[in-house]
């Protein structure tokens, strides 16, 4: 059996390291490492190998695999989340956001219990919140601070104090800011002055 993990990490990286930004090559091997499961502890680990260009290839095949079947990174939530600030380059970081962007819809969500209901604790929100501060306060590109928005939106209506930390940075850095970074924010300034 180790011989068989072995090819398969070995084809995971040689298939991230000639991997090009088409959608149809991403979702392809998305659905590779979902056919092949015990590749996506391998995929995890390239995602935080944050100085290699593999890192933001592994993270948008997890983007499209997290799109798909979230349950699948729960269980790897407590790595994922102690590593997640490590990750810099934006092309890997937009997709890490957007997964946390799902995670938290999915969390909240009226729909049944499901595994990420079960396994997505209080601590495991209570860090996504200050990472995506974090996100919002730093220089990143403007779709990871909209996702960050809306996952502080979102994560505000279950802790209190983070509606009001979120009206003062996005009033703070609302005129430095581009067009679509204001359209953003005046729509979750809108909701959250309505809430």
Same mark, same amino acid.
């Given at each position: 059996?180790?011989?068989?993990?072995?090819?398969?990490?070995?084809?995971?990286?040689?298939?991230?390291?000639? &991997?090009?930004?088409?959608?149809?090559? @991403?979702?392809?091997?998305? &659905?590779?490492?979902?056919?092949? +499961?015990?590749?996506?502890?391998?995929?995890?680990?390239?995602? #935080?190998?944050?100085?290699?260009?593999?890192?933001?290839?592994?993270?948008?095949?997890?983007?499209?695999?997290?799109? @798909?079947?979230?349950? +699948?990174?729960?269980?790897?939530?407590?790595? #994922? &989340?102690?590593? /997640?600030?490590?990750?810099?380059?934006?092309?890997?970081?937009?997709?890490?956001?957007?997964?946390?962007?799902?995670?938290?819809?999915? #969390?909240?969500?009226?729909?049944?219990?499901?595994?990420?209901? $079960?396994?997505?604790?209080?601590?495991? @929100?209570?860090? /996504?919140?200050?990472?995506? $501060?974090?996100?919002? $306060?730093?220089?990143?590109?403007?779709?990871?601070?909209?996702?960050?928005?809306?996952?502080?939106?979102?994560? !505000?209506?279950?802790?209190?104090? +983070?509606?009001?930390?979120?009206?003062?940075?996005?009033?703070?850095?609302?005129?430095?800011?581009?067009?679509? #970074?204001?359209?953003?924010?005046?729509?979750?300034?809108?909701?959250? !002055?309505?809430?």
């Amino acid at each position: 059996m180790a011989i068989v993990e072995k090819r398969l990490t070995n084809s995971l990286h040689k298939q991230l390291t000639t &991997l090009k930004a088409y959608r149809k090559d @991403r979702e392809q091997l998305a &659905l590779w490492v979902i056919e092949n +499961i015990e590749t996506f502890p391998q995929l995890l680990d390239y995602c #935080f190998q944050t100085e290699e260009e593999i890192s933001y290839k592994a993270a948008w095949i997890l983007e499209i695999i997290c799109l @798909r079947k979230m349950e +699948i990174l729960i269980p790897h939530l407590d790595i #994922f &989340l102690k590593k /997640l600030p490590k990750v810099h380059k934006h092309q890997a970081v937009r997709p890490m956001a957007k997964i946390c962007e799902v995670m938290l819809t999915d #969390f909240y969500s009226k729909k049944e219990k499901k595994t990420i209901q $079960i396994l997505f604790l209080k601590k495991h @929100r209570n860090q /996504l919140s200050e990472i995506c $501060i974090d996100w919002l $306060i730093t220089d990143q590109k403007v779709a990871c601070k909209a996702y960050a928005m809306q996952c502080l939106y979102v994560l !505000g209506n279950e802790f209190s104090w +983070i509606h009001p930390e979120l009206k003062i940075i996005l009033l703070k850095d609302f005129p430095a800011q581009q067009p679509a #970074f204001k359209a953003r924010a005046k729509h979750i300034l809108k909701k959250i !002055g309505s809430s």
